[in-house]
């Protein structure tokens, strides 16, 4: 690709393309407005067109999602590092593991500087094995040099720093990656004529999400001849060590114990046909699905780990349940199920208001910005 060479030009990798798409059009678009060159660098797929459309430059790279292999991150981070050669961006933004080590450490390599984005710590930081102490290394050692590393909760925060894999001076903590509240616009939940209480669950099909648990809850639940409806949205062959296996949805299905709806584009029609937004995650950056929820003002449910519960006030916007624990999680859905409608509609209304005042997109873009702007004016010096 050719473009002025005045232009700044920023480069910003995440592990898919509909993940840059969906969670920072928002950053995106005030790039572009600003007259900057926007180069995306993700795996390929059906998103790739959406962002070209909106102004970006695509460049492919594949990322193995799965694990840590050291032959297959080795030949990333070589990748990263003829891409980035021949790209010269002015700056690399990074979210996710592998983007944030590898992409990091290839920018790094050759002078670019970087801003980092910790939007959840993922499998390895559920344990305290080999796995965490290796990544832990790693990214002691692609944060090194970084500019600035944003965060998405605090207590997150707080252990990079315990850890020492991240200095006080570069870090600040942001609420999520924000949301568009005009394009997430509060809806009243419809009535439905059986006053069935119909719950959600969004988000990849990961057992690190809770989706066994919601299982489990919802047989619960269904045993004691409730009236609701436990439904789940999401990508189901997804690449990852603790995926859902298709065999097990099918079985779940002929069960009888949820709905599985598939994935979509567009999350909101599905949010307005719930009457409460569920995620029982074993731990979170900032959870997007709630976020979403909250500015369509839903009642939620999730568990009282880090990112959910800064997410949701509780017993005021949603209720908080213990971690991998589908009896605690069936208690809370029970009590979303006996409230009155106008008790979850003020609940919900809570959540919008919340978002109102913590998550708007714009508490997110602006940092960004002055941070680029940061690293711009250093380089003019």
Same mark, same amino acid.
């Given at each position: 690709m050719v473009s002025d060479s005045t232009r700044v030009r920023i480069v910003i990798s995440i592990n898919t393309s509909w993940n840059i798409y969906n969670? +920072? +059009?928002g950053l995106i678009l005030s790039l572009l407005a600003r007259g900057y060159d926007v180069v995306a660098l993700a795996p390929p797929d059906e998103y790739a067109a959406k962002l070209i459309e909106m102004g970006c430059a695509f460049v492919p790279i594949s990322v193995d999602n799965k694990g840590v292999n050291p032959q297959k991150d080795l030949l990333l981070t070589r990748d990263y590092y003829k891409l980035l050669r021949k790209l010269r961006p002015d700056i690399?933004? $990074?979210?996710t593991i592998k983007p944030n080590i590898y992409g990091s450490t290839a920018a790094h390599l050759l002078g670019v500087p970087v801003i980092n984005n910790v939007s959840g710590l993922g499998t390895a930081f559920l344990g305290n094995g080999m796995l965490r102490k290796i990544v832990e290394v790693l990214y002691r050692s692609a944060f090194r040099r970084s500019q600035r590393i944003f965060f998405q909760n605090k207590? %997150? *925060? $707080? *252990?990079f720093l315990e850890r020492g894999l991240v200095r006080k001076e570069q870090v600040d903590c942001l609420p999520g990656s924000g949301i568009d509240l005009s394009y997430f616009e509060p809806q009243l939940p419809p009535e439905y %004529? %059986?006053?069935?209480?119909?719950?959600l669950l969004i988000g990849r099909l990961l057992y690190d999400k809770g989706i066994g648990e919601y299982v489990k809850a919802a047989r619960l639940l269904k045993a004691e001849g409730l009236n609701a409806q436990f439904s789940i949205l999401g990508f189901l062959d997804v690449v990852n060590r603790t995926a859902v296996a298709r065999q097990t949805m099918d079985a779940w299905i002929a069960e009888g114990a949820i709905d599985y709806i598939g994935s979509a584009e567009d999350v909101r029609p599905h949010i #307005?046909? #719930? %009457?409460? &937004? &569920?995620l029982p995650s074993y731990r979170e950056g900032t959870p997007r699905t709630l976020l979403e929820a909250a500015a369509m003002a839903r009642p939620l449910v999730a568990t009282d780990v880090p990112g959910c519960r800064d997410v949701i006030d509780d017993r005021q916007n949603g209720l908080l349940c213990q971690v991998k624990d589908p009896v605690d999680l069936a208690r809370c859905m029970r009590e979303i199920i006996n409230m009155t409608r106008e008790q979850q509609r003020e609940m919900g209304l809570a959540s919008r208001r919340k978002m109102e005042r913590q998550f708007d997109e714009d508490l997110v873009i602006k940092p960004y910005l002055s941070a680029i702007d940061e690293v711009l004016a250093r380089r003019l010096q």
């Open positions: 969670f +920072r +059009r690399f933004l $990074s979210y207590e %997150d *925060l $707080s *252990l %004529d %059986d006053g069935q209480t119909k719950f #307005a046909a #719930a %009457d409460c &937004v &569920v």
